[in-house]
């Protein structure tokens, strides 16, 4: 929601990766880093053979020093068992070195590599949520892959079929 207090978070479009009784991990999605793929490769010996304008994006302010990759694609016969989760149908996490490794050398037409990720305390979560500071969509692999993060978190709250000027600021779950 606009209100949300937390500048990280102001306007943010988060795919939740795993929520238990743990706490919550996420990545936001519409925040770019000053960094491309090709640089952050690079300073980890790697060599990065896709998009040399593809940037890396800002997952969240918790530990900004550890990687993250979501992907579209299907790559998960080269990885091995275990190294690759689905958050959705289509779309695949990751976040080890041989992963980005196998990304990097062949990188699928559909993918986000990301520096921090966004945590919640258990029970933080669903506290923002019942005062009101989230809205919920369900997950879209076009949302993630094909709408520029400048645009990403109207383009979203329009398909819930909201228009953004209308967001009130209340208590509940939205």
């Known amino acids: 929601m606009p209100q949300l207090p937390d500048p990280n978070f102001n306007r943010a479009v988060v795919q939740l990766i795993d929520h238990d009784d743990r ?25 990065w053979n896709g998009d040399p ?68 305390g258990p029970g933080q979560l669903e506290n923002e949520i019942a005062s009101g500071a989230w809205l919920f969509a369900p997950p879209s692999v076009e949302a993630v892959f094909g709408v520029e993060p400048e645009g990403m978190w109207d383009y979203v709250v329009r398909g819930l079929g909201v228009d953004p000027a209308t967001l009130v600021s209340t208590a509940g779950v939205h």
């Open 23 to 47: 706490g919550t991990f996420g990545l936001v999605l519409n925040r770019e880093a000053d960094l491309t793929a090709g640089a952050l490769c690079e300073s980890l010996e790697l060599r």
């Open 53 to 120: 304008d593809a940037r890396i994006h800002w997952g969240g302010p918790v530990q900004a020093n550890t990687g993250w990759v979501l992907f579209a694609e299907d790559i998960a016969s080269p990885l091995g068992e275990g190294e690759a989760q689905q958050v959705v149908p289509g779309m695949s996490f990751a976040g080890s070195l041989s992963v980005l490794q196998a990304v990097a050398e062949d990188p699928p037409a559909d993918v986000r590599l990301f520096l921090g990720y966004a945590g919640w």
